[in-house]
Nanobody, 122 residues
Framework: QVQLVESGGGLVQAGGSPRLSCAAS????????MGWFRQAPGKEREFVAG????????SYADSVKGRFTISRDNAKNTVFLQMNSLNAEDTAVYYC???????????????WGQGTQVTVSS
């Protein structure tokens, strides 16, 4: 059974730099792409960042490009999202997901974590 467990969220001041982690288990981690999505109240779930199986290719939403960095440690079955220069618009529940290929659409991922809340205070 595939499981994804996010951590690292919480209340953060504007301008802060938290790092989210997502620990995966249940299948060979390095055989799958990973993605981070977020969902704010009243809004649809949106792509934040994605990384290929090897980590050689990454993709970012325009809203986070230059501020967020996705990375992975295949030896530790973990994917990270380093977030910098946070603002109120970054407040959301953040989800990690795994799928066969790096995709922007949430439909491209077959397993999801339970999410971690990130709240940015001004």
């Amino acid at each position: 059974q595939v499981q994804l467990v996010e951590s690292g969220g919480g209340l953060v001041q504007a301008g802060g730099s938290p790092r989210l982690s997502c620990a995966a288990s249940g299948r060979t981690f390095s055989n799958y792409a990973m993605g981070w999505f977020r969902q704010a109240p009243g809004k649809e779930r949106e792509f934040v960042a994605g990384i290929s199986r090897s980590g050689a290719t990454t993709s970012y939403a325009d809203s986070v490009k230059g501020r967020f960095t996705i990375s992975r440690d295949n030896a530790k079955n973990t994917v990270f999202l380093q977030m910098n220069s946070l603002n109120a618009e970054d407040t959301a529940v953040y989800y990690c997901a795994t799928g066969p290929y790096l995709r922007v659409s949430p439909n491209g991922y077959d397993y999801w974590g339970q999410g971690t809340q990130v709240t940015v205070s001004s």
